[in-house]
T-cell receptor, first 115, second 109 residues
Framework: DVKVTQSSRYLVKRTGEKVFLECVQDMDHENMFWYRQDPGLGLRLIYFSYDVKMKEKGDIPEGYSVSREKKERFSLILESASTNQTSMYLC??????????????FGEGSWLTVV | RKEVEQDPGPFNVPEGATVAFNCTYS??????FFWYRQDCRKEPKLLMSVYSSGNEDGRFTAQLNRASQYISLLIRDSKLSDSATYLC??????????FGRGTSLIVHP
């Protein structure tokens, strides 16, 4: 089974802190994604990466950055956390386009509260 | 990015009922379609892929209508455990899947 692991499940941070959310996948997938999910707004794509050191902005990149130094690891960084970044963050991975129809696999989510 | 639209519901049905959800997509280049299930405060999990010929997995049937650009999910003999949010997903020529906001299903005794 595909395993996407988000090491931090529940975090409480103060406004202005730098926050790192780590994600590791074990299926050698090329594509990795970071989403946030808020009630009534569905899944919103923050950033994605289709290869090591490659990244592209999603729909809501403001206030976030990412790092992908190794294929299996994709990190989301909140440079200066703000209360409106309180949310559930979901990491996901998928194989390359055309393989198994881009099935996407999610981690269990990281619940971030910024106070 | 093109959108995927779903009725948010909730669909409130008794156990044993048959319920159907539709999902429309606007990107005619979409090639792959999926239904995901998401339980409260959990991550989405793949329920089933949707093939052009339609496919069935036990009580669940998914169908694709390319001409009208919608996919559907039919659940027969609903169980209490089917209560969840069902997300429709389309994937076009790029590797970025597009998610609908989900349809909430509540199955009651």
């Amino acid at each position: 089974d595909v395993k996407v692991t988000q090491s931090s499940r529940y975090l409480v941070k103060r406004t202005g802190e730098k926050v790192f959310l780590e994600c590791v996948q074990d299926m050698d997938h090329e594509n990795m994604f970071w989403y946030r999910q808020d009630p009534g707004l569905g899944l919103r794509l923050i950033y994605f990466s289709y290869d090591v050191k490659m990244k592209e902005k999603g729909d809501i990149p403001e206030g976030y950055s990412v790092s992908r130094e190794k294929k299996e690891r994709f990190s989301l960084i909140l440079e200066s956390a703000s209360t409106n970044q309180t949310s559930m963050y979901l990491c996901a991975s998928s194989p390359p386009t055309g393989f198994t129809g881009n099935t996407i696999y999610f981690g269990e989510g990281s619940w971030l509260t910024v106070v | 990015r093109k959108e995927v639209e779903q009725d948010p519901g909730p669909f409130n049905v008794p156990e044993g009922a048959t319920v159907a959800f539709n999902c429309t997509y606007s990107n005619s280049a979409s090639q792959s379609f999926f239904w995901y299930r998401q339980d409260c405060r959990k991550e989405p999990k793949l329920l089933m892929s949707v093939y052009s010929s339609g496919n069935e997995d036990g009580r669940f049937t998914a169908q694709l209508n390319r001409a009208s650009q919608y996919i559907s999910l039919l659940i027969r003999d609903s169980k209490l455990s089917d209560s969840a949010t069902y997300l429709c997903v389309s994937s076009g020529g790029s590797y970025i899947p597009t998610f609908g906001r989900g349809t909430s299903l509540i199955v009651h005794p």
